[in-house]
């Protein structure tokens, strides 16, 4: 017979980030415990708000299937002696509750096997219950007591509701018995429900003004902050982060409007999205589906359905006005001087203390976006001028209550200030990209400046010997490395890694700057290539570990090449011929370095049969194809072509001649057909 599960914890307002996990551990522990001894559970579904969380689980059995129960013992040797059951024999026995004879013998040990009846599940429920809170506990570093109890929680916990079927397990902790009575919100439903089996829950809990399947509370408050934006005629701003906070934040959404005074929509939309999202957890609304016109409007999502919505909207907007009215106080002081005249005040404040000032900084990153823009002939006085000022906002009042503005904010300054809007730019995203998945700056010299700052810190925090360990990255040297590894790739930017790296890391003021950390730095950023690269979807195919390094074994260091150079080895690998040409440079590269070959020349006059002349002739019209084309993936759709006069060469040419003059020049052969296999990437490196 099989029945629905249902446990539930009651608790105080559970904080948001740590809704859904606990969720989801009570899920993985309860579900993972029944299975753990055997006994499958049916769907699993999962609820949460901020006063529960909660797990069903359909079709569950009552009983655990018999278990086959077996121990191994001590070695026959060590468990007889002159033929009798020697003190540890007798011991391991007398463990396994039966006499030295019923044991029998396994692999050259004692062996003891047995099947015992599958316990109920009723009883089985209470030691799943207290493995899931073992492994709650771990994901809440900080967890609180509460009354004369000594147990923790990450808040107190008010009830225990757990039932299999219509039985009632009487589950102990927290002080508390559970049983089958659970509890709506707190001020529409508080009255106590009493649930009769499983399939009561969500529907009691509905009828008690409580939406708890996540997915559906979720849906309907995107759903109500739409329809208050429509009438608006407005569109709103919805983040997943800001959704999924709003969501563990409310049991019964309901969508109400409020506005602040419209003098505040002469900031920056992004300080006001600051000030009411990130502050408030209230979504903005923009007057234009592309997000650019900002309204006075904003949405949020109260607990309640008040009599009264005026008084809730007022306290709102009451909430919201004193932070806007900081934040122009802030925008309107920084305006009274020139973006320049922050930036003097960079020297007092330090980057680190072994690399000097983030002034010193500014420097050093001048310096390198230039060499790097007249390299690339782009516009250096722009890349400099941005270079120069893009710190110069992290000494403003903006930036200092709302850091996550940096960069933004001195892209609106330096516009303000008059300079180019090609400078206001590169400041603005020279950031970029902050993470996987955020564009790389839209402009050339925004880009080699964003590129510069990230190679500085790379460079100097390598320096000084810092760099990431395996659970440590303070100062984010994986993310810059990707970020500048992004650039160089999607902004097609010619850089070789080991030249730009070596002239950033010449910069630093203190610390190790010798060819061997310009390799340690190198190595550092192919590994995050690799990461980001392996996996990737490219033309309907997955980039694979094998077409990395053979790309990885050219030394390639420069970013754009390299990837350009996998593209090609994805599309290679999809041709019929490149198994067999990837086995056939395998066996070539095995054979010459049996043979030790030292180079040489090939000589024609020294063929004996038609499969030497026959692969020499092709070899030398693939070579000239190849010459006459940059592009990777035609050159090595052209090698395919090599695949029947290998095959041929292979199947009717000794490579070990007796005479010394053939062999060596078959082995020159070889060497050339290696060198053709190894233009773009290394062959031997594929399957095949």
Not at 191 to 202: G, Q, R
Not at 307 to 323: F, K, L, T
Not at 575 to 590: E, F, G, Y
Request: charged share 25%; proline share 5%; with cysteine.
């Amino acid at each position: 017979m099989a029945r629905d599960l249902l446990l539930e914890l009651g608790t105080e307002d559970l904080p948001a980030r740590y809704v859904l996990p606990l969720a989801e551990a009570l899920r993985g522990g309860v579900a993972g415990g029944l299975e753990k001894r055997g006994i499958a559970p049916g769907e699993v579904k999962l609820f949460a708000t901020p006063r529960r969380i909660a797990v069903l689980i359909a079709g569950v059995a009552d009983t655990q299937p018999d278990q086959a129960i077996e121990r191994t013992g001590p070695a026959l040797a060590a468990a007889l002696k002159d033929g009798q059951p020697t003190p540890a024999a007798l011991g391991f026995a007398k463990s396994c509750g039966v006499e030295f004879s019923a044991l029998g013998q396994k692999d050259g040990k004692l062996h003891f096997s047995r099947t015992a009846p599958g316990r109920a599940t009723a009883a089985l429920l209470p030691e799943i219950f207290e493995e899931t809170l073992r492994q709650m506990d771990e994901l809440v570093p900080k967890r609180m007591r509460w009354g004369s109890g000594e147990e923790t929680f990450v808040r107190p916990v008010q009830w225990i509701v757990c039932l299999f079927g219509s039985d009632v397990i009487t589950l102990q902790r927290f002080g508390l018995t559970a049983g089958n009575t659970t509890f709506g919100h707190r001020f529409h439903a508080p009255a106590p429900i009493l649930l009769k089996t499983p399939a009561d829950y969500a529907p009691a809990l509905r009828a008690a003004s409580v939406w708890a399947d996540v997915a559906e509370r979720k849906a309907e408050i995107r759903k109500q902050i739409e329809a208050e934006a429509a009438k608006l005629n407005g569109h709103a701003r919805i983040t997943e982060d800001l959704l999924d906070e709003v969501t563990a934040l409310v049991e019964r959404p309901v969508a109400i409007t409020g506005h602040f005074e419209e003098r505040f929509l002469e900031l920056p939309p992004e300080v006001i999205v600051a000030t009411v999202e990130t502050n408030q957890r209230y979504f903005t609304v923009f007057s234009d589906a592309a997000q650019t016109q900002l309204t006075n409007a904003f949405i949020t999502i109260s607990n309640i359905e008040s009599r009264d919505v005026a008084q809730v909207i007022a306290g709102n907007e009451r909430v919201v006005r004193p932070r806007l009215t900081d934040a122009l106080f802030f925008w309107q002081q920084d305006l009274r001087q020139p973006l320049a005249a922050y930036g003097e005040k960079l020297a007092t404040v330090t980057f680190q203390k072994e690399l000097g000032s983030t002034g010193d900084k500014v420097a050093r990153v001048r310096a390198l976006a230039g060499r790097v823009a007249g390299e690339l002939g782009a516009d250096t006085a722009t890349a400099e001028r941005a270079a120069a000022l893009c710190k110069a906002d992290l000494v403003t009042k903006m930036v200092y209550e709302f850091p996550e503005l940096q960069g933004l904010m001195g892209g609106y300054y330096a516009a303000r200030s008059g300079e180019s809007a090609a400078v206001a730019r590169a400041i603005r995203e020279h950031y970029l990209p902050t993470q996987q998945g955020t564009p790389i700056p839209s402009t050339r010299e925004g880009q080699i400046l964003a590129l510069a700052d990230k190679l500085d810190t790379l460079a100097g925090i390598f320096a000084i010997g810092q760099k990431p360990t395996a659970s440590k990255d303070p100062f984010g040297l994986r993310r810059a490395a990707l970020g500048a590894l992004r650039i160089c790739i999607e902004g097609e930017l010619p850089l070789d890694l080991h030249a730009v790296l070596k002239n950033a890391l010449d910069a630093q003021p203190a610390g190790k700057r010798d060819a061997a950390l310009v390799e340690e730095l190198v190595e550092f950023a192919m590994e995050r290539l690799r990461a980001w690269l392996v996996g990737q979807d490219i033309g309907g195919h997955p980039v694979t570990v094998e077409m990395f390094e053979s790309v990885r074994a050219m030394g390639i260091s420069q970013p754009l090449d390299f990837q350009r150079r996998v593209q090609a080895v994805l599309a290679f690998v999809a041709q019929p011929a490149a198994p067999n040409l990837a086995a056939a440079n395998k066996r070539v590269r095995n054979i010459l370095k049996q043979a030790g070959h030292a180079g040489g020349a090939v000589d024609p006059a020294k063929f004996q049969h038609d499969a030497e002349r026959a692969l020499h002739a092709r070899l030398g019209e693939v070579e000239a194809q190849n010459a006459r084309t940059a592009d990777y993936t035609a050159q090595l759709v052209n090698l395919a072509a090599l695949r029947e006069p290998v095959d041929a060469f292979f199947d009717g040419v000794m490579v070990n001649a007796d005479d010394a003059g053939v062999r060596a020049n078959r082995l020159a052969l070889l060497a050339q057909l290696d060198r053709a296999c190894r233009s773009v990437a290394d062959l031997s490196q594929l399957p095949g």
